[in-house]
């Protein structure tokens, strides 16, 4: 027995170094040339910001399915304004490949959190939902005309109260 669990797990560890090899050999280089070129500037990531607001957070992993067809997601966004006065706060969110933002621009009041939604969610009282439609491998970016904002993001079940799973998306500053 012991003999037949030895051979069993040697081979199945060979078939596992052999698969990781393959995979090595095989990865590919990122998108380059004619084929690749400007996709991010397509995207509107590296597109200068809206007169008098700068870039405060970028982030990936956004997506949002809002129909019964499919299991449900929806990416929420919350920001804070902790300054002492108000902020115009603009979000930007863009699925792969397409060539337009979806968004929303406002003013945030001191000491007032705004959630921007891509649809209705159970938990949340959304401020603005941006109805994106069905949104896949997105990026976001959130900007402002001062630095006093604080932002979160997270993927979530849209329609459980509690949620039947949430995720944080990680912010990073540009």
């Given at each position: 027995m012991k003999k037949?669990?030895?051979v069993t797990l040697s081979l199945t560890l060979l078939l596992l170094i052999t698969l990781l090899l393959a995979l090595v050999a095989n990865a590919q280089e990122p998108i380059s040339g004619a084929d690749g070129e400007g996709v991010i500037s397509t995207l509107g990531l590296a597109d200068p910001p809206s007169a008098g607001l700068s870039v405060q957070y970028i982030f990936t992993g956004v997506?949002?399915?809002p129909t019964a067809a499919t299991r449900q997601i929806a990416t929420s966004v919350h920001c804070t304004n902790f300054g002492s006065t108000a902020i115009q706060a603009e979000i930007q969110l863009f699925s792969v490949g397409a060539a337009s933002a979806y968004g929303d621009?406002?003013?945030i009041v001191a000491n007032r959190t705004w959630t921007f939604s891509t649809q209705n969610t159970a938990i949340?009282?959304?401020d603005s939902i941006l109805n994106t439609g069905i949104l896949e491998q997105g990026s976001g970016r959130i900007l402002a005309d001062k630095a006093e904002l604080i932002c979160t993001a997270q993927l979530l079940d849209p329609i459980g109260n509690p949620p039947d799973f949430i995720a944080e998306l990680e912010m990073f500053k540009p």
């Open positions: 037949k669990f030895a997506a949002n399915h621009t406002v003013t949340y009282r959304e």
